[in-house]
């Protein structure tokens, strides 16, 4: 009898050129971190209208067939989900960029004016970095080795946002980007295998999957977790895996509520962006006390279909990003509890006024293995707060839409603004 801790799922990236083709290399299938999965075909057929004077049903046509499902996981730092959430932001292509080392390097603090910044006193450090960019800073006095987001640079200063820079003294810093995919135009295939641990003959094999949308829920409590949607051809039964050889599965620790670091919520405009609450141009740190938050992506897929064939016959379209979510906050308490300087009226403000702001979360493991989910631009479409009953919290309900933030820079190519960034990184305070 097959039992659920027999089953093994393992995927693949197919290549670009051959649609719905496993591939057969070593190493190319990784086995995944599920909790679960629901892949199954979808046949489709339809009855024959022809008329028998014995009333019978002449014929049964299979008219179509493609498979599909989701698979739901707990949030690690894991290649394959990185992997399957790049495909979900329709992105090949992920941003890499050196870590620069400034030996002279002298910490500012902010104003109510403008943000922290970081100034080299010789040679062009910053040449490479972008606006929008997070990265880690090392080195230099410890009250200042956080993550940051880069509101402008020039080669030799760079403006931050997300923490609180401390005025320092002359002193070597190491500045690390985070390794970061975006919003992107490029639809990716995978190819997906399920086998029978306890009968190795038996696999199921689906090629020329798609990842068609991607939730993510950070609960009150509990681990936070994730499901990917996927379509594509009908599935295959198979006496044997594709791939000579497979990649374990991640072994890192899944992250729960209580590993969220940091939220933050403001102004679009990076280059006009304040350095405190209460100013015309705020980025706000934890400015609320969270209760929880969830994330939804689609690049609105298409299956492509032909005559002459039964099922998708091609990669899938690819259609706009969709980016919503939710969260749920206290009513006028920030992250410490106490009585904000910042209420949530300033959501339920934005929300009435038809005001743009950015959200960002940022999660990490005990070893510091951390990603930040960051959205430089949404609408509240809807921000409400309720009486709900004696002896009860009011609770902020909100609800928002991702969309271009033409400010903030995106290194795909042919891709002006971005709509989602995910970064990721190892040594993350």
Known sequence: MTVTSGITLRVATENAATYGTAPTGSGDYTEVRMTSEDLSPNLEYTESSAIRSDGQITEMIRTDAQGGGSIAGELCYDSVFDTLSQASVASDTTTTVSAAVVSDCTPSAPTADIPGFFTAGSGSPFSSFTTGMWIVVSGGDAANRKVFKITKKTNTVIHVIGNTVTVGSEKSHTFTPLTAYHNGKTVQSFTLERQDADDTNEVERYTGMSVNSLELTVPTTGIITYSFGVEGKKPTSESSTAGSSHNDAATTSPMAAADVVQFWEGDTDLTDVSAAAGTSHPWAENPFQLLDFSLSITPNLRQRKTIGSIGPSAKAGRGDIGVTGSFRCYYNADADGSTATRTNKTLIDKA??????????????ADGNGYI??????QLTSATHTTPGKSEDVIVEVEFQAYRNELDYNPVTDVTGTTIRIAKGTSLT
Do not use: C, E, H, M
Not at 352 to 365: E, G, M, Q, R
């Open 352 to 365: 009435l006024n038809d005001t743009a702001t950015s959200l960002a979360i940022y999660v990490k493991d």
């Open 373 to 378: 989910f960051d959205l430089p631009k949404v």
